[in-house]
């Protein structure tokens, strides 16, 4: 790989790591924060995701390291406070940013001939359409109560 398509690998790779340290952040808030009826389970979920996160932003960052880049530090905004439910919708809306933003990086990818990040992206995005489904599950079962 030349020097400026290992560039705009690490730069899309950058995107990742920043979202998934806000990921990080705003679910471990969420899961020390959330109260209610319903909390214990979706205490659990929150602790988990965030696991899961931390996960993604180890391989990732790794990925940045072995392609001779550093990983960013900067933090998106995290959301925090609210009810159990806004908690939740805060959550899917991140979770549905993150799988928009990672469909649109493995195309770019692929097209740059990064197979092995392209590869790791696609595992993460499954990750995250995971998440969004079980937020969504959340949220349908908080409405109907």
Same mark, same amino acid.
């Given at each position: 790989?030349?020097?400026?398509?290992?560039?705009? #690998?690490?730069?899309?790779?950058?995107e990742g790591v920043t979202n998934e340290l806000g990921a990080v952040i705003q679910y471990l808030w969420h899961h020390y924060q959330a109260e209610?009826?319903?909390?214990?389970?979706?205490?659990?979920t929150f602790e988990e995701f965030s696991v899961e996160?931390?996960?993604?932003?180890?391989?990732?960052?790794?990925?940045i390291v072995a392609l001779g880049g550093e990983p960013a530090t900067k933090l998106p905004p #995290? !959301?925090?406070g609210?009810?159990?439910?806004?908690?939740?919708?805060?959550?899917l809306d991140?979770?549905?940013g993150a799988a928009k933003m990672y469909a649109e990086h493995i195309p770019q990818?692929? !097209?740059?001939?990064d197979t092995t990040s392209r590869l790791m992206l696609e595992k993460i995005l499954a990750d995250e359409e995971k998440h969004i489904m079980e937020f969504e599950?959340?949220?349908?079962?908080?409405?109907?109560?």
């Open positions: 790989m030349n020097a400026s398509t290992r560039s705009k #690998v690490i730069a899309i790779l950058q209610g009826i319903y909390s214990p389970k979706i205490k659990d996160e931390m996960e993604h932003l180890e391989k990732i960052s790794e990925r #995290v !959301k925090k609210g009810d159990l439910k806004q908690m939740i919708q805060d959550d991140l979770e549905l990818l692929a !097209k740059l001939g599950i959340m949220l349908s079962k908080i409405r109907k109560k």
